[in-house]
């Protein structure tokens, strides 16, 4: 039997990305799929290709009108609610926080926290009058460390990890599991918009993953099916960090090691000198 069998889920940011890997995995596994998403051709042309097992809704998840109708889509549609995936969201170069515009802040914030946080409430409204569920969110590794000139990307994704705890407790009596995701360097439209970049964003997060690659969309899918599914009944309040090992290690201080020795493959100090010279 497939891992999903007879489940509904809802999937923000489901047109592209890892919403769109984890929308094929989803189906793959036996669920029916709403794809939220503001790509609207995008959107439908997946949801036409994958099938009646699936449903497309332009849905902005900064507006509680919209989110509260991809739920009742699930619901109207395919007759439940079984999984909310929070996904959809939004990251860019900020700068310093020192120059930053506060347009800035409110865009970031509006999807990446209030968008979550819209989508925990209607679904968690839903489940609890009908015997639980899983709500998944992908948070990120910069919610645990923080990303220099992305300030508002790392707080609104601190901001849905300690959402996802707050949740849990509130949820478990109901048996809502809440979780998120905490994707480190993954090769997406959002991080590589094109296929020359693609290349380049790969190279550079195989360099900071102690794994030596580059994160895919069915990476972080993989674990979102994991937590949708049955395999993982008594996890719930978690951030699951699928990162190669990026957070386990300070990635700079890693590439200053890394220069360090090749230097002394080399002969040379750090300094710049012969190795053995005073």
């Given at each position: 039997?497939?891992?999903l069998?007879?489940?509904v889920?809802?999937?923000?940011?489901?047109?592209s990305?890892?919403?769109?890997?984890?929308?094929?995995?989803?189906?793959?596994?036996?669920?029916?799929?709403?794809?939220?998403?503001?790509?609207?051709?995008?959107?439908?042309?997946?949801?036409?290709?994958?099938?009646?097992?699936?449903?497309?809704?332009?849905?902005?998840?900064?507006?509680?009108?919209?989110?509260?109708?991809?739920?009742?889509?699930?619901?109207?549609?395919?007759?439940?609610?079984?999984?909310?995936?929070?996904?959809?969201?939004?990251?860019?170069?900020e700068?310093?926080?020192?120059?930053?515009?506060?347009?800035t802040?409110?865009f970031?914030t509006?999807?990446?926290?209030?968008?979550?946080w819209?989508?925990?409430?209607?679904?968690?409204?839903?489940?609890?009058e009908?015997?639980?569920?899983?709500i998944i969110?992908?948070a990120?590794?910069?919610?645990?460390?923080?990303?220099?000139?992305?300030a508002?990307?790392?707080?609104?994704?601190?901001?849905?990890?300690?959402?996802?705890?707050?949740?849990?407790?509130?949820?478990?009596p109901?048996?809502?599991?809440?979780?998120?995701?905490?994707?480190?360097?993954?090769?997406?439209?959002?991080?590589?918009?094109?296929?020359?970049?693609?290349?380049?964003?790969?190279?550079?997060f195989?360099?900071?993953?102690?794994?030596?690659r580059?994160?895919?969309?069915?990476?972080?899918a993989?674990?979102a099916?994991?937590l949708?599914?049955?395999?993982?009944?008594?996890?719930?309040?978690?951030?699951?960090?699928?990162?190669?090992?990026?957070?386990?290690?300070?990635?700079?201080?890693?590439?200053?090691?890394?220069?360090?020795s090749?230097?002394?493959?080399?002969?040379?100090?750090?300094?710049?000198?012969?190795?053995g010279a005073?």
């Open positions: 039997m497939a891992r069998d007879g489940k889920a809802v999937i923000t940011g489901g047109a990305g890892i919403g769109e890997s984890a929308v094929r995995l989803f189906v793959a596994e036996g669920a029916r799929v709403v794809i939220g998403d503001v790509q609207e051709e995008r959107a439908r042309a997946l949801a036409a290709e994958l099938g009646s097992a699936t449903r497309a809704v332009v849905a902005d998840v900064r507006e509680d009108r919209a989110v509260a109708g991809l739920v009742a889509t699930a619901v109207d549609e395919f007759g439940a609610l079984d999984v909310m995936y929070n996904n959809a969201g939004v990251g860019m170069v700068g310093e926080i020192a120059d930053a515009p506060e347009e802040f409110d970031v509006a999807i990446n926290l209030k968008g979550v819209l989508g925990i409430k209607h679904a968690a409204r839903r489940m609890r009908h015997g639980g569920g899983a969110s992908t990120s590794v910069a919610g645990l460390h923080g990303f220099e000139r992305q508002v990307y790392a707080m609104t994704k601190a901001g849905v990890i300690s959402l996802t705890r707050s949740a849990a407790a509130e949820g478990g109901h048996g809502i599991r809440v979780n998120c995701i905490c994707p480190g360097g993954i090769v997406t439209p959002l991080s590589a918009p094109s296929p020359r970049a693609a290349e380049i964003v790969a190279e550079r195989a360099d900071i993953h102690p794994l030596g580059a994160g895919q969309p069915i990476d972080i993989q674990a099916l994991w949708a599914g049955d395999e993982s009944s008594l996890v719930t309040g978690q951030a699951i960090v699928v990162d190669g090992g990026w957070s386990s290690v300070d990635a700079r201080w890693q590439r200053l090691i890394g220069q360090m090749d230097r002394n493959r080399a002969g040379v100090r750090p300094d710049g000198a012969p190795l005073e």
